[in-house]
């Protein structure tokens, strides 16, 4: 295990189909107004959103609506729900969606008490990484895939600057606690769900290929791995078996709750491409990352050999009999291609709208991290763009 880490995560999971039934005890313990904030409207249409209203009203709260938080949550919808959030001096902020709404309502509650630029400061200065005032945030998670419902991150789009950006905060950030009744995931488009199954397995790689060292974290990856496959081989052909969904829920929730990372440096490379690319397109998260995947794979491979070797072997079963450890990563990389084609995600950014004239923006909005096994060049951001065309 690389350096000195702390493990903590606060937030409690209550999982299941009664899921739900542990809300009135969870709103007992917060002042009496809650901002309820959501998407574009599913939760109404799958009838969550009485349900919700029937619980806060039983548990005589104020409520305070804040509905038609987009995919891809912009900045200006971020300094409405500050807004909001000061005015009436909310107490908690539930969140009833997915990765968006989340990780939306984890942006107004750290900056609802600050009166400056909250772009500039929380997001282009990445300031105050462990804020002092946060409202206190709960969540009601609809979609698998981000792992935002137990971890402190939040990724907003400026549009106007073309840049979309993520801040993980510190523990104060993360929910208090999340309603997860993988149930209420069936409801969600098929796009969507393989989305989001390709958006935590690719958590789980970003920190999986980093470091060379006999490390737990990526023992637990490979399980999580080898479960994620597994269940959505079954999941894309029959959306409503619950084993598979509820396995799915919960992978998606353990590959980016801080668990695997201890003791990693960690990637995040496919994730700065990928939201790079978002920024230009507001394209699906998930599918932003199995466009770059392939060819971002391929080009850190010789320097991460070794990890690619025995992540053929380990997730994908591959037995390195008789091959070379080059060939072996490479059969490795080509399961994982095959995988994709089974459960339908996109590799090809063209799909997405992006255009080769909006690679110049893509590039320059790709930030070029250090943790993994090579650091990229802006060039070869933009030949990975080019080879996923
Ligand atoms: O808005 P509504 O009407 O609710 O519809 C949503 C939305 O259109 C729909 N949906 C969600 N639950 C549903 C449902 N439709 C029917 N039934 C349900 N039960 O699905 C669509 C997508 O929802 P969204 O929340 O946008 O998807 P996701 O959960 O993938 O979140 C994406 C956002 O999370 C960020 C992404 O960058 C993106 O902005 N991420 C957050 C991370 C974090 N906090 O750690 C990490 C990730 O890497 C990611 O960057
Ligand atoms: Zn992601």
Known sequence: MLGNFTYYNPTRVHFGPDALDQLAGELAQYGPTVMLTYGGGSIKRSGLYDQVLAILQEADKTVVEEPGVMS???VEKLDEGRKLAREHHVDLILAVGGGSVIDYAKAVSVSAAYDGDAWQHFYLDMADPEPSTVIPVGTILTMSGTGSEMNAGSVITNHEQRLKIGHVYGPEVMPKFT????????TVPDYQVRAGIYDAFNHICEQYFSGEDDNTSDYLSEGLMKSLVHASRIAVKDPTDYEARSNIS???TWALNTLISRGKSTDWEVHMIGQAIGAVTNA???MTLSAVSLPYYRHIMPYGLAKFARFATNVWGISPDGKAEAELAKAGLAAMSDWMDEIGVVKHASELGLTPDMYDDVVKGTFLL????HTLTPAEVHEILVESE
């Open 72 to 74: 891809n949550p912009t």
């Open 250 to 252: 919960w992978v998606c």
């Open 370 to 373: 250090t943790g993994g096994y």
């Open 284 to 286: 699906t998260h998930g």
């Open 179 to 186: 309603i997860l009744n993988p149930e209420l995931t069936f």
